[in-house]
């Protein structure tokens, strides 16, 4: 029978078996290849510190007694797949296509096309399977980085990233890289990037940062006003996962600075400052992330990220920037373990192991 990761406890993960239930008319039967780890996202499901699990903005609120963690569980959301079957009146997909979504850290899933035409997934919006191909590619293991890149994507456009203006990205993990790699892109210089680790900011640079710095080192946020010769940053973007980063980026920023907190946090968010700078500064504070809240069936885009940009058109340009290379991840996988080794993988990514950037799990050998 396939195996499948479940998370069955705080800080316990285990392999399962399950049975794949029989295909539809309409369904499609993918084998992962490759299985990324959302590092901050499933760190927290691991620590079993994930408050907002299996609740709904819309009818619950973010409540905050106790957990609402309900083990066991699987997820993932970073799949490289094959499609190894298809039902009666598929014709969109083919056996042997390859596709991304999110097939969980397991060996097989079947998806129902019609949902995943529009990116609906039980918990909301989102992609389930993505109803295409991958174009032909010799370097499949990339596309594990189509899920993080909507969200570095979300947040450029939650900006916006302008010709000319200035960018500091706070953060310089794969969340950071990606968004500081679309900020030039976009047009932004300079770049900076900022980070507590230096080997980072050497990976930062090596991908295009135009500076990199360190606050171990000394004020950033002078040095990007000099470096600058005025005021600061036109748009900062919070990328490390850390609430208190948000107050970096404000002190990076111009007067009147756009601040884009990327992603979630966990927690009360204790080190977030928000004192007379971000009063003085009258700050404005956006938030992005990728997909969106559930929305009523009727609705045709599959949940609308910014007015014409849809889950589909989104996932659609990053792949291509992944395809060409424009988007360029080269080296950030780190770190490569089958399924039965996740117990290891998940205690590096709760340790913060030195020199750890993307896990993914392998199963092109199961």
Same mark, same amino acid.
């Given at each position: ?18 049975a794949d239930p029989s295909l539809g008319p309409r369904d499609v039967k993918v084998a992962n290849l490759y299985s990324g780890i959302s590092h901050g996202t499933e760190r927290s499901h691991f620590r079993g510190e994930a408050v907002w699990h299996d609740r709904s903005v819309e009818t619950d609120g973010f409540v905050t007694e106790g957990r609402s963690m309900k083990h066991p569980f699987t997820y993932g959301y970073e799949d490289v797949a094959r499609v190894v079957e298809v039902g009666a009146e598929v014709g969109e ?49 990339? /596309? ?13 456009? $939650? ?45 930062? #640079?090596?991908?295009?940062?135009? /500076? ?27 990328? #490390? ?23 979630? /946090? ?14 003085? #500064? ?22 609308? /990220? ?10 659609? $340009? ?49």
């Open positions: 029978m396939p195996k499948e990761l479940l998370f069955v406890g705080p800080r316990q993960v285990e392999i399962g078996e399950y997909l083919a056996v042997g296509d390859v596709v991304i979504g999110s097939a969980h850290h397991r060996e097989t899933r079947n998806f129902n096309l019609d949902q995943a035409k529009v990116g609906a997934t039980t918990r909301g919006v989102g992609v389930s399977v993505f109803a295409y191909p991958l174009p032909a590619d010799d370097d499949l293991e990339k /596309y594990v980085f189509v899920s993080l890149g909507t969200v570095a994507l979300d947040a450029v456009l $939650v900006g916006p990233v302008r010709i000319g203006e200035s960018a500091v990205v706070v953060g310089q993990g794969v969340v950071g890289l990606l968004t500081m790699q679309l900020c030039k892109l976009s047009g932004a210089d300079p770049v900076i990037a900022i980070d507590l680790l230096d080997e980072r900011l050497e990976t930062a #640079s090596r991908l295009g940062a135009d /500076y990199a710095l360190n606050p171990n080192h000394g004020d950033v946020g002078r040095e990007v006003k000099r470096i600058l010769g005025g005021p600061g940053a036109d748009v900062c973007f919070e990328c #490390s996962g850390q609430a208190g980063g948000i107050g970096l980026a404000m002190h990076c920023g111009t007067p009147f600075p756009k601040v884009v907190a990327v992603g979630m /946090y966990d927690g009360p968010a204790d080190d977030l400052y928000l004192g007379e700078e971000f009063c003085r #500064s009258a700050g404005q504070i956006l938030h992005s992330r990728s997909g969106g809240y559930r929305l009523p069936p009727e609705d045709p885009g599959g949940g609308l /990220y910014h007015r014409r940009w849809d889950i589909i058109r989104v996932h659609n $340009v990053i792949i291509k920037l992944l395809h060409t290379g424009k988007l360029d991840v080269s080296g950030l996988i780190t770190h490569r373990f089958s399924l039965e080794e996740a117990p290891q993988a998940y205690r590096l990514i709760d340790e913060g192991a030195e020199g750890m950037m993307k896990i993914i799990f392998d199963l092109t050998t199961t």
